[in-house]
């Protein structure tokens, strides 16, 4: 802990945000400190580019209509999407890419490529906005929204293998 609250002190006086230092050691297993530095500016690097800018907004407002339903519901909706139950295309086009975009990005990770995660998880922009674009969460179907957001749930978990989004701000 000592060596951890230090790192953080040290990322910020080189001028690395806290919130992106957080987001990063928010995440379990952080333990590698040459690793959670690469991976902070890369980090960084990733969120001052459209792309990042543009999906950081999109995982956020996942994250908060999660957030808020599952306190509502009092319930969680992580687990996979029902298949069966992708109603639209733009539901296909989003479960299909966080499998490709989750799976390139662990990839890359195992790799300790951290620029690579990014730019995996970049890939899930187009889809996330075409979600949010034509598909209403909130259906009034049960058994349609909960999958929705189960969809909303694989997006978190999904950047969950580089940072947690939640933690930054923007």
Do not use: C
């Amino acid at each position: 802990a000592f060596f951890a609250d230090r790192l953080k002190v040290h990322l910020r006086e080189e001028g690395a945000r806290h919130d992106l230092i957080d987001a990063v050691f928010a995440l379990p297993g952080q333990d590698d400190l040459a690793l959670i530095v690469k991976r902070v500016e890369a980090l960084g690097r990733f969120l001052e580019t459209e792309d990042g800018a543009s999906l950081l907004a999109g995982v956020k407002r996942a994250a908060n209509i999660l957030r808020i339903e599952e306190k509502k519901d009092a319930t969680s909706y992580a687990g996979a999407a029902d298949p069966g139950l992708l109603a639209e295309a733009e539901e296909k086009a989003l479960a299909a890419a966080i499998a490709k975009v989750t799976a390139d990005a662990e990839a890359a990770i195992a790799v300790e490529n951290f620029e690579g995660a990014m730019r995996a998880l970049a890939e899930l922009r187009p889809p996330v906005d075409a979600f949010f674009d034509k598909v209403t969460v909130n259906a009034p179907d049960a058994a349609l929204r909960q999958n929705r957001l189960r969809l909303l749930s694989a997006i978190r978990d999904a950047t969950r293998t580089v940072a947690d989004f939640s933690r930054i701000g923007g």
